[in-house]
């Protein structure tokens, strides 16, 4: 037997921490509330990226404001990207109001990309990029009539060239149309 007077006390202290220690290892938790969310939130295995990307681009436009554009490009993995387009509260209709007045003032994809440029914010959540277009100053320029620079105008020429270059196409004349704001333009079908 020892006659150190702090062994007894310094034994009963190192039993007790393993008990506790062992207490809060192995005591039952309650898993009842767990339980609860599992049986009213189903997790069914998908192949489809698409239901996830319609909630993400949901929790994205409610966080911006009325009559706004967005412009949302999810990267994937493998390199590629999936682009999709939403508008906040009125948005689509003035969109479509802007494509028509652009169209009818023979305005072009340069004039899309400058004007579109001014009134852009751009943010990101992890992989996705996220450009945000507010659609009233957007509209009030296309009504003035505002265009691109003949140096953008020129830059467009040349990345239309080299992409005909590349692909081994011939480049039509001109620059392309106005790309769209609105959902009647940038869903349309094209040929």
């Not at 493998?78 to 939403?86: H, K």
Request: with cysteine.
């Amino acid at each position: 037997m020892s006659t150190d007077p702090l062994e007894q006390p310094m034994r009963k202290l190192a039993a007790s921490m393993r008990q506790a220690t062992l207490n809060s290892l192995y005591m039952p938790v309650d898993l009842s509330a767990y339980l609860r969310l599992a049986d009213t939130v189903p997790l069914v295995p998908v192949t489809s990226r698409k239901p996830v990307e319609l909630a993400v681009i949901d929790s994205i436009a409610s966080q911006q404001e009325p009559e706004t554009f967005l412009w949302i490009v999810f990267y994937r993995p493998d390199g590629g990207a999936n682009i999709r387009y939403a508008w906040t509260g009125n948005g689509a209709v003035l969109g479509d109001r802007i494509d028509q007045l652009a169209l009818a003032m023979g305005l072009d994809c340069a004039d899309w990309l400058h004007i579109t440029d001014l009134h852009c914010r751009q943010s990101s959540r992890g992989r996705i990029a996220i450009s945000a277009y507010a659609l009233r100053p957007l509209l009030a320029d296309v009504q003035r009539g505002t265009r691109s620079p003949e140096t953008r105008r020129d830059g467009v020429r040349r990345i239309i060239a080299c992409a005909a270059e590349r692909s081994g196409q011939i480049p039509r004349p001109g620059i392309p149309g106005w790309t769209g704001v609105g959902p009647s333009l940038l869903n349309r079908r094209t040929p």
